[in-house]
């Protein structure tokens, strides 16, 4: 299963926003009157969380919960993300749903977050297949540096 950067907007109408470790989006899905098993559901469904990210500075109760409950790192911006710049990432992205939008803007925050490490990580890891090289890249998002990722010193549990 791949990992995830996980945007969450919560509310009456809640949105999910699934990206791979490339930036890429994989899923995005909203629903009015989500529960948490909705959330959890849906995530797991499209691989393993490593970051649950909001798109506001002081993510709610759900965002907090799910990122304990998956074990994945919590992002929150330092400032909420301006509508102007969710509505870029619509446009760019074809999203015509509010809450997807504010939920892809908070998974694609988050990976900005990490681009730089992230393509150092898979550049040093050079021709090794897509699957290791996100193996990797979710070791050091999880605070390994790039060398204990790659060498195999780092946490053994976390190796799925």
């Given amino acids: 299963m791949p990992y995830?950067?996980?945007?969450?907007?919560?509310?009456?109408t809640s949105a999910i926003a699934c990206i791979g470790l490339n930036g890429?989006?994989?899923?995005?899905?909203?629903?009015?009157?989500?529960?948490?098993?909705?959330?959890?559901?849906?995530?797991s469904g499209a691989g393993i969380p490593i970051v649950i990210?909001?798109?506001?500075?002081?993510?709610?109760?759900?965002?907090?919960?799910?990122?304990?409950?998956?074990?994945?790192?919590?992002?929150?911006p330092d400032e909420d993300i301006s509508v102007a710049k969710?509505?870029?990432?619509?446009?760019?992205?074809?999203?015509?749903?509010?809450?997807?939008?504010?939920?892809?803007?908070?998974?694609?925050?988050?990976?900005?977050?990490h681009a730089s490490k992230l393509n150092q990580a898979a550049r040093l890891a050079g021709d090794a297949s897509e699957d290791e090289k996100d193996r990797i890249k979710a070791l050091v998002i999880k605070k390994h540096s790039v060398n204990e990722?790659?060498?195999g010193k780092s946490a053994r549990r976390f190796v799925r």
Wanted: aromatic letters at 8%; a positive charge; glycine letters at 4%.
């Fill in 149 to 151: 990722a790659m060498t």
């Fill in 86 to 113: 969710k509505k870029e990432i619509a446009r760019k992205y074809g999203i015509r749903n509010v809450h997807e939008r504010d939920a892809l803007s908070a998974a694609l925050s988050a990976y900005n977050k």
């Fill in 4 to 12: 995830l950067i996980v945007g969450i907007d919560t509310g009456k």
């Fill in 24 to 43: 890429k989006p994989m899923k995005v899905k909203a629903r009015i009157f989500a529960e948490q098993r909705w959330y959890v559901d849906e995530i």
């Fill in 53 to 76: 990210a909001s798109d506001k500075k002081n993510g709610s109760e759900t965002v907090v919960k799910l990122a304990s409950a998956f074990d994945a790192e919590l992002y929150t």
